[in-house]
């Protein structure tokens, strides 16, 4: 069974300073991975997809890579603003012993970003 | 494009009642997911639809759970006799089949039992 695991849980920083959040997963049998950003009480908002094949993707200040073999995957956010306060989750996309690949999630890293 | 919807946004009842969830998928998206999340956890998968097969249900989905999607458009989520451990955020995904197979959620229902 994938078990996904964010660290830290909760982080808060002031605007300006670069920021690593750091996804483990025990399954490596991914087909991708996903990191996404919830707003409180919000849907998920898809920030990045990392293929299996893959080893980092960029968008704008974000920055994920993938170390399949490993399970681990990171999400770097550079000179972070306090409109990035949000909860991140990390998901890979796996059968995970079922028929099917669905998405796993992590329980996510909580960031607030002060002014 | 306009996004995955989701109906209603959100649902107060009295255990025991029937409640039914509406998601409309992304058109042309061929894939829909139905997960449950509740506070201060990520999401859990529910089920799976590929066009109008369902085509996986986790054990989570109890007997008192029945999800559809006929035609392929639209998908409802009904729960039967409602407990209070229902209560959580119903979110709705889809997706085309591609390579890349990115999910889009829609912003989910939310369901307080009373």
Known sequence: KQEVTQIPAALSVPEGENLVLNCSFTDSAIYNLQWFRQDPGKGLTSLLLIQSSQREQTSGRLNAS???SSGRSTLYI?????????????APLGRDGGATNKLI??????????? | DTGVSQDPRHKITKRGQNVTFRCDPISEHNRLYWYRQTLGQGP?????????????????????????????SFSTLEIQRTEQGDSAMYLCASSIRTSVDTQYFGPGTRLTVL
């Open chain 1, 105 to 115: 999630f992590g329980t996510g890293t909580l960031l607030a970003v002060q002014p």
């Open chain 1, 66 to 68: 993938l170390d399949k």
């Open chain 2, 44 to 72: 859990e998968f529910l089920t799976y639809f590929q066009n109008e097969a369902q085509l996986e249900k986790s054990r989570l989905l109890s007997d008192r759970f029945s999800a559809e999607r006929p035609k392929g």
């Open chain 1, 78 to 90: 550079a000179a972070s603003q306090p409109g990035d306060s949000a909860t991140y989750l990390c």
